[in-house]
């Protein structure tokens, strides 16, 4: 995973558009967010994740089956109120946009180390589909892309989709994406900055990404 489009070293926890919500001390406060370990439910064998972002709302079916370690994760995140804040930091057009890093850094001190196992690819990366970012073996945290277009490449990576947009692609469409790659390789934010300064980092340099206002498990 050398190259451009296929590195992903992952991150998301970012600015809105034009106007930054301010960091949520909630997270912080949330016992059960500041402990990965306790965030163990196993996830039904199909849900929908609601996601209201700066740009709308779109809707993630996820069927365990497909990738049971990251549909369990992805539920306990939606369900806890992670990504409630979190930015689109990496946006690629034609490529994929990626989200999942806190705007909290007491939070992003906790997960990048709550790794979960891999799953087996049985699915592909097609447009819409929906997948952990991983960095290796193993090394499954938070971060999640969604395909803006048919990468069946990254099938043979380990990159194993949980999930796919069943409603509101438009509107993931429509992401900010005029930053690009992150840095070293482009214009956009630094995934270590991001883990560790949040979304103060982002405020002062990319105040145009937009952002996930509330995810919810759909009843």
């Known amino acids: 995973m050398t190259s451009r489009r296929f590195v992903l070293s992952f991150a998301c926890a970012l ?3 034009t106007v930054a919500p301010a960091v949520t001390p909630a997270l912080a406060q949330n016992a059960k967010l500041a ?16 996601f209201e972002t700066s740009k709308g709302a779109f809707v993630i079916q996820v069927t365990r089956a497909w990738a049971p370690n990251g549909a369990d994760r992805f ?7 992670y990504f409630d804040d979190v ?6 057009s034609g490529f994929m946009v990626q989200f999942g890093i806190s705007g909290d850094p007491a939070l992003n001190s906790k997960w990048r180390v709550a790794r979960i196992q891999d799953d087996k690819v049985s699915q592909s990366n097609t447009r819409g589909m929906i997948t952990f970012a991983t960095s290796g073996p193993n090394a499954r945290t938070t971060q999640v892309f969604i395909n803006f277009a048919d990468n069946s490449n990254l099938d043979g ?15 993931v469409d429509k992401l900010y994406t005029g930053y690009g790659e992150g ?8 995934q270590n900055r991001l883990q560790a300064e949040g979304n103060a980092y982002l405020a002062q340099g990319f105040p145009k990404l937009d952002y996930v206002t ?3 498990i759909e009843k």
């Open 15 to 17: 600015l809105a558009a």
């Open 35 to 50: 402990n990965p370990a306790a965030l163990a439910e196993q996830a039904p064998a199909t849900y929908k994740a609601k």
């Open 75 to 81: 539920y306990n995140l939606v369900k806890n109120g």
């Open 87 to 92: 930015r689109f930091f990496r946006a690629i």
């Open 157 to 171: 990576m380990g990159f194993a989709p949980f999930g796919k947009i069943v409603s509101g692609m438009d509107v």
């Open 183 to 190: 840095a070293p390789n482009g214009r956009g934010p630094d």
């Open 214 to 216: 509330k995810a919810t």
